[in-house]
């Protein structure tokens, strides 16, 4: 009897066949992206089976724990969207209703058009409304639903889904009007406080862990930026831990949220795609080629990822301190690996490592200056040499013209176009790539000085030999 107690208690202690992949995994990506730190949950019958923190999470040598908070990106549009549907089940929101109908002063560019963004078309990113920032990083969510009066739409009403993270300010500050509070004192008394989440919160606490930006393709930290106007949508703060407890909730159909039918509309999609379908802040689509419901999160110096299962009854939370612009979405591919892995497969390619992707940018930044300083030295040889092939005449004297012509537009192109191309505005991109911004706005202005030089010294060189013959 005894020996079988034990046998039964050894059992139990004994980790599951997939935690030494996943952890070799998790750490084999980590080295090869030079994450500083991951935090892992994995939920198996609407419970945390396994939790464990990796690496640091601030250059003082501090640990990454389960209850390390983290900020959480477009994940914390789960939560809206949590929000949305619990005002929908209490009778005071109709997902068919026009957004004017709960935010009388909401208005767009368009007069005509704002009368038709309903609730729903908010929650599925049909609205058409624009991806750019609204009222910049200190902006209030009033603040940033006000300064969609100068938006003009990316296409009609419901027509198609184009991502954008003002759908969910908007929802959001349509939570704090029918609530009658603000957006971070509901999430926590509906949904942080219900289901006991310890180190989920609003402001940046003094344990969180540090972000990381990549700089010449080795990550540094940089101080957390609290964005109250952006919780709605990206700035919501949660440990692993925290988000392995409100993963469990959704998939095993907690009434302390929704009600089962509530859950159902929760997570069935309002528009498709050609990869997904999107429902309230959730992408539902196969990971690894099962069914999933599954929401990533990006932020300049922070990203995650969760993924439900619900056929097996698992689910995965990855949580990473660091972002790049360029490269693969390491905590993607970590979360999309380890669900594999759970799924009994092997992870999916996941391309080249991030930190060859960003020593390839730095080495391409590298020969640019190089080149660029390379030419300043041999201006003077060059402008000489060329304004003989001028004065030679024929099509050839049209050369040096065309080069200089392309040393001027080019810079020109990225000082200017690159933000209109992109629609990313140079602030933006300082956030996002400092090191790339910075090197942009050095080389860009002075490759343009000097091609303008050349310029100069040929036409001065070429009429000068014009008027004495």
């Given at each position: 009897?005894?020996?079988?107690?034990?046998?039964?208690?050894?059992?139990?202690?004994?980790?599951?066949?997939?935690?030494?992949?996943?952890?070799?995994?998790?750490?084999?990506?980590?080295?090869?992206?030079?994450?500083p730190g991951v935090a892992v949950a994995v939920v198996e019958r609407g419970e945390i089976v396994y939790v464990r923190g990796f690496g640091e999470a601030?250059?003082?040598?501090?640990?990454?724990?389960?209850?390390?908070?983290?900020?959480?990106?477009?994940?914390?549009?789960?939560?809206?969207?949590?929000?949305?549907?619990?005002?929908?089940?209490?009778?005071?929101?109709?997902?068919?209703?026009?957004?004017?109908?709960?935010?009388?002063?909401?208005?767009?560019?368009?007069?005509?058009?704002?009368g038709r963004i309903t609730v729903e078309q908010l929650l599925a990113h049909t609205s058409g409304l624009p991806k750019s920032p609204t009222a910049g990083?200190?902006?209030?969510?009033?603040?940033?639903?006000?300064?969609?009066?100068?938006?003009?739409?990316?296409?009609?009403?419901?027509?198609?889904?184009?991502?954008?993270?003002?759908?969910?300010?908007?929802?959001?500050?349509?939570?704090?009007?029918?609530?009658?509070?603000?957006?971070?004192?509901?999430?926590?008394?509906?949904?942080?406080?219900?289901?006991?989440?310890?180190?989920?919160?609003?402001?940046?606490?003094?344990?969180?862990?540090?972000?990381?930006?990549?700089?010449?393709?080795?990550?540094?930290?940089?101080?957390?930026?609290?964005?109250?106007?952006?919780?709605?949508?990206?700035?919501?703060?949660?440990?692993?831990?925290?988000?392995?407890?409100?993963?469990?909730?959704?998939?095993?159909?907690?009434?302390?949220?929704?009600?089962?039918?509530?859950?159902?509309?929760?997570?069935?999609?309002?528009?498709?795609?050609?990869?997904?379908?999107?429902?309230?802040?959730?992408?539902?689509?196969?990971?690894?080629?099962?069914?999933?419901?599954?929401?990533?999160?990006?932020?300049?110096?922070?990203?995650?990822?969760?993924?439900?299962?619900?056929?097996?009854?698992?689910?995965?939370?990855?949580?990473?301190?660091?972002?790049?612009?360029?490269?693969?979405?390491?905590?993607?591919?970590?979360?999309?690996?380890?669900?594999?892995?759970?799924?009994?497969?092997?992870?999916?390619?996941?391309?080249?490592?991030?930190?060859?992707?960003?020593?390839?940018?730095?080495?391409?930044?590298?020969?640019?200056?190089?080149?660029?300083?390379?030419?300043?030295?041999?201006?003077?040889?060059?402008?000489?040499?060329?304004?003989?092939?001028?004065?030679?005449?024929?099509?050839?004297?049209?050369?040096?013209?065309?080069?200089?012509?392309?040393?001027?537009?080019?810079?020109?192109?990225?000082?200017?176009?690159?933000?209109?191309?992109?629609?990313?505005?140079?602030?933006?991109?300082?956030?996002?790539?400092?090191?790339?911004?910075?090197?942009?706005?050095?080389?860009?202005?002075?490759?343009?000085?000097?091609?303008?030089?050349?310029?100069?010294?040929?036409?001065?060189?070429?009429?000068?030999?014009?008027?004495?013959?």
């Amino acid at each position: 009897m005894f020996a079988l107690l034990a046998l039964n208690a050894a059992l139990l202690a004994a980790p599951p066949p997939w935690q030494a992949p996943v952890e070799a995994y998790v750490e084999t990506m980590m080295a090869a992206d030079r994450v500083p730190g991951v935090a892992v949950a994995v939920v198996e019958r609407g419970e945390i089976v396994y939790v464990r923190g990796f690496g640091e999470a601030c250059p003082d040598g501090r640990g990454v724990g389960p209850d390390t908070p983290f900020m959480l990106g477009s994940i914390s549009k789960s939560f809206t969207g949590v929000a949305i549907m619990q005002l929908v089940e209490q009778g005071k929101v109709e997902l068919d209703a026009p957004v004017t109908r709960y935010l009388p002063d909401f208005a767009v560019a368009d007069p005509e058009a704002v009368g038709r963004i309903t609730v729903e078309q908010l929650l599925a990113h049909t609205s058409g409304l624009p991806k750019s920032p609204t009222a910049g990083p200190a902006g209030t969510l009033v603040e940033h639903v006000a300064a969609l009066r100068q938006a003009h739409l990316q296409g009609e009403p419901g027509a198609a889904h184009r991502y954008a993270s003002p759908n969910y300010q908007v929802l959001g500050r349509i939570v704090e009007v029918v609530s009658g509070q603000s957006f971070a004192a509901y999430v926590q008394r509906k949904i942080v406080t219900p289901l006991g989440l310890q180190n989920a919160v609003a402001s940046p606490p003094t344990d969180m862990a540090c972000g990381h930006r990549y700089i010449f393709g080795s990550p540094r930290p940089a101080a957390p930026t609290a964005e109250p106007g952006r919780l709605p949508t990206a700035s919501l703060i949660a440990s692993a831990e925290d988000l392995g407890r409100y993963l469990s909730a959704i998939m095993r159909r907690d009434e302390a949220l929704l009600s089962a039918a509530g859950y159902e509309a929760l997570l069935t999609p309002l528009v498709e795609t050609e990869r997904f379908g999107y429902a309230m802040g959730w992408r539902v689509g196969p990971i690894a080629g099962a069914p999933a419901f599954h929401h990533g999160g990006v932020l300049y110096d922070f990203r995650g990822k969760l993924i439900g299962l619900p056929e097996r009854e698992l689910g995965v939370v990855v949580l990473t301190n660091a972002s790049s612009m360029f490269g693969r979405p390491t905590s993607h591919h970590i979360a999309n690996g380890v669900a594999a892995l759970l799924l009994g497969q092997k992870p999916p390619r996941a391309g080249l490592p991030l930190r060859w992707v960003l020593w390839g940018i730095a080495g391409f930044m590298a020969l640019m200056t190089l080149g660029l300083i390379k030419e300043a030295v041999q201006a003077r040889g060059w402008v000489a040499e060329k304004a003989e092939q001028v004065r030679g005449g024929g099509w050839r004297a049209a050369l040096p013209w065309l080069a200089l012509a392309w040393g001027v537009a080019l810079p020109l192109a990225l000082l200017v176009g690159l933000p209109l191309a992109s629609g990313i505005g140079w602030g933006e991109l300082w956030r996002a790539a400092p090191d790339l911004a910075g090197w942009l706005l050095i080389i860009a202005p002075l490759s343009l000085l000097l091609g303008l030089a050349k310029g100069a010294s040929l036409r001065r060189r070429t009429r000068g030999a014009a008027q004495s013959t």
